[in-house]
């Protein structure tokens, strides 16, 4: 079974990490959220508090095959100052696992050198932040080992494309059809 870990921070945009729960565990997906904040109850950037399942100081990052990395504010910050989501982020790319990132989050990739030369995209306006990239401005990209979308909008579309990357493509047009996207 595939195990994802899937980071969230004080201020991360909760329906970009919730949408992307949701649809990979469907996928039957072994599937963690893992707070950064020390503790496992998490606040996102609208004030909807959450659960994780781990701390990031207590998990082995070393079994997971996905990382994912939702965007929102304060949250990408957080992320990106935080030691152990920088040393988890090296560990797996450097693995080839895959990495996945979202709205604001994709500048953590583009400030660590890990989109040089790669498809990517970003939350609109940030394009500056992906240092490397072939930036565009496609819902979703998938590029060797990266993943990248915009925002909220874009997460469905996001998850299909980790669950096309890891499962198949056919398996993510039976998610969508499950799901009722653009049916």
Not at 16 to 23: K, M, S
Request: aromatic share 4%.
């Amino acid at each position: 079974m595939t195990k994802v870990a899937l980071l969230f921070a004080q201020g991360t945009e909760e329906c970009e990490a919730l949408n992307v729960v949701d649809i990979l565990r469907r996928a039957k997906m072994d599937l963690s959220i893992i707070s950064i904040s020390g503790d496992k109850t998490v606040t996102g950037s609208h004030d909807i508090t959450i659960v994780a399942d781990e701390i990031i100081e207590e998990h082995d990052f070393s079994s997971d095959d996905v990382l994912v990395i939702p965007g929102g504010a304060p949250g990408t910050d957080n992320m990106e100052a935080n030691s152990y989501v920088q040393a988890a982020l090296k560990e797996m790319y450097e693995a080839g696992k895959l990495v996945c990132a979202i709205c604001a989050a994709p500048k953590i990739l583009g400030h660590g050198g890990y989109l040089k030369g790669k498809k990517a995209c970003i939350y609109p306006g940030m394009d500056a932040e992906l240092t490397g990239a072939d930036v565009n401005h496609n819902e979703v990209n998938h590029d060797g080992n990266v993943i990248t979308s915009r925002g909220l909008g874009t997460a469905i579309p996001f998850a299909l494309e980790i669950i096309a990357a890891v499962q198949g493509q056919e398996a993510a047009e039976e998610m969508a059809k499950k799901i009722v996207f653009r049916a």
